[in-house]
């Protein structure tokens, strides 16, 4: 019997532009093979403009990097408690024990997914209260959702607290017309292989002042003194970007806005194709939230429903995934002081990432509501 192989279609695959491979020769052509040189700075040249608000960006070897410095800035250190979001990926959290430091597990609210505010608060005040004052906040915009700005930022500014904000998916987000990335006193972004730009491998850091921002290069290159031999006073780290994965970022930046577009109408595909199946429902934007829909996510009526639905996609060649199994759950977390209000409990139990790549085409779409149509009828 023949068996034809049905195209396999991946969650969130890398989609290079017209000048990647140009500027990446470049790197080649001038032996810009080395770290820094001329597409670094352009990279963070273009990431300054896009995201405006007077960022200073330098690129760094992950996003995972960036918040690893980003907390060390923002004066994280052994024994310190920090604020976080357990609905996300375990980089968010992991960089707070490098440091030493140990998490404060925070669970979201149902309207963006993402840090429930009220238990920030609640948290910030217990941990006074037994004389322990949470070092930072570290606060996600999953999926590309901004989260509850406003809220988040004036408990952290009643308190005193500074906010990393992790926007490793929300680049091309937005707040009232303010770019993700621009809100914190560090930001952070990926370009990680499935973020909607990559560089293979590749992550920034967005500070608000340059002198942070040359202090986190400093970090970043090994802590070298001001000496003509190698002369230390620092523990550093090797967590520059290279010249050559900058090409890539560089002609990435080209196409970011018609990326975003492009995942932005795969929302809207899904969203007309299902949302009118009973049981199947979208995340959707609040007022004056703008999001990249890096994942489309939807919610099925139950865990089972969930898995003969992933099972379903994966008979047929197609890659989706869970949403974020949240930190508190985590095995390797579970002494760890959490939270919880069982929302984002219910999001891993009930939600699934559909293919959500900028490059998917109408009819791998519709091969897919295809699928849904069929398991949910
Ligand atoms: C991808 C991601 C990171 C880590 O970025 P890397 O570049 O993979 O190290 C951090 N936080 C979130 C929410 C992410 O999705």
Same mark, same amino acid.
């Given at each position: 019997m023949e068996t034809t192989v049905l195209k396999k279609i991946w969650l969130s695959p890398p989609h290079m532009g017209e000048n990647e491979e140009a500027y990446v020769k470049e790197a080649f052509d001038s032996n810009?093979?080395?770290? %820094?040189g001329p597409n670094v700075q352009y990279f963070e040249s273009a990431i300054e403009n896009f995201i405006g608000n007077d960022v200073h960006v330098a690129c760094l070897s992950s996003g995972t990097a960036a918040i690893h410095l980003g907390l060390q800035l923002l004066g994280?250190? $052994?024994?310190d408690e920090v604020i976080c979001q !357990?609905?996300?990926?375990?980089a968010t959290v992991n960089p707070i024990t490098y440091l030493g430091a140990s998490p404060i597990l925070i669970d979201s609210e149902r309207?963006?997914?993402?840090? &429930?505010p009220s238990l920030v608060e609640k948290a910030i005040k217990e941990r006074l209260a037994v004389g322990k004052k949470p070092k930072a906040i570290v606060a996600v915009h999953l999926y590309g959702m901004p989260y509850q700005i406003e809220e988040i930022h004036s408990i952290a500014r009643k308190y005193e607290i500074p906010v990393l904000e992790d926007s490793a998916e929300a680049l091309g987000s937005s707040y009232k017309g303010i770019r993700c990335g621009?809100?914190?006193d560090i930001g952070v972004l990926s370009f990680n292989g499935?973020?909607?730009?990559?560089? !293979?491998g590749g992550g920034a850091i967005l500070c608000r002042y340059q002198s942070t921002k040359e202090k986190a290069v400093f970090l970043a290159t090994?802590?070298?003194?001001?000496?003509? $031999?190698?002369? $230390? &006073?620092h523990i550093g780290y090797n967590y520059r970007m290279s010249n050559v994965l900058a090409g890539i970022g560089r002609g990435q930046m080209e196409v970011l806005e018609e990326r975003v577009n492009a995942r932005r109408s795969n929302f809207q595909y899904y969203k007309e194709q299902?949302?009118?199946?009973?049981?199947i429902s979208f995340l959707e934007e609040p007022d004056g939230i703008y999001s990249n829909r890096w994942l489309t996510c939807v919610l099925t009526p139950s865990f089972k429903i969930r898995e003969t639905l992933r099972q379903a996609l994966e008979n047929e060649n197609i890659e989706s995934r869970p949403l974020w199994k949240p930190m508190h759950l985590q095995p390797v977390f579970d002494k760890t002081i959490a939270y919880v209000n069982g929302v984002s409990e219910e999001l891993f139990q009930k939600g699934l990432c559909l293919?959500?790549? !900028? !490059? %998917?085409?109408e009819d791998d779409l519709e091969r897919i509501c295809n699928i849904v149509k069929s398991v949910l009828k």
């Amino acid at each position: 019997m023949e068996t034809t192989v049905l195209k396999k279609i991946w969650l969130s695959p890398p989609h290079m532009g017209e000048n990647e491979e140009a500027y990446v020769k470049e790197a080649f052509d001038s032996n810009w093979i080395a770290p %820094l040189g001329p597409n670094v700075q352009y990279f963070e040249s273009a990431i300054e403009n896009f995201i405006g608000n007077d960022v200073h960006v330098a690129c760094l070897s992950s996003g995972t990097a960036a918040i690893h410095l980003g907390l060390q800035l923002l004066g994280v250190g $052994h024994g310190d408690e920090v604020i976080c979001q !357990s609905f996300t990926f375990a980089a968010t959290v992991n960089p707070i024990t490098y440091l030493g430091a140990s998490p404060i597990l925070i669970d979201s609210e149902r309207e963006t997914w993402n840090l &429930s505010p009220s238990l920030v608060e609640k948290a910030i005040k217990e941990r006074l209260a037994v004389g322990k004052k949470p070092k930072a906040i570290v606060a996600v915009h999953l999926y590309g959702m901004p989260y509850q700005i406003e809220e988040i930022h004036s408990i952290a500014r009643k308190y005193e607290i500074p906010v990393l904000e992790d926007s490793a998916e929300a680049l091309g987000s937005s707040y009232k017309g303010i770019r993700c990335g621009g809100f914190g006193d560090i930001g952070v972004l990926s370009f990680n292989g499935n973020k909607i730009i990559t560089t !293979s491998g590749g992550g920034a850091i967005l500070c608000r002042y340059q002198s942070t921002k040359e202090k986190a290069v400093f970090l970043a290159t090994q802590a070298r003194d001001n000496a003509p $031999h190698y002369q $230390h &006073s620092h523990i550093g780290y090797n967590y520059r970007m290279s010249n050559v994965l900058a090409g890539i970022g560089r002609g990435q930046m080209e196409v970011l806005e018609e990326r975003v577009n492009a995942r932005r109408s795969n929302f809207q595909y899904y969203k007309e194709q299902l949302s009118s199946i009973s049981g199947i429902s979208f995340l959707e934007e609040p007022d004056g939230i703008y999001s990249n829909r890096w994942l489309t996510c939807v919610l099925t009526p139950s865990f089972k429903i969930r898995e003969t639905l992933r099972q379903a996609l994966e008979n047929e060649n197609i890659e989706s995934r869970p949403l974020w199994k949240p930190m508190h759950l985590q095995p390797v977390f579970d002494k760890t002081i959490a939270y919880v209000n069982g929302v984002s409990e219910e999001l891993f139990q009930k939600g699934l990432c559909l293919p959500s790549g !900028s !490059s %998917l085409q109408e009819d791998d779409l519709e091969r897919i509501c295809n699928i849904v149509k069929s398991v949910l009828k």
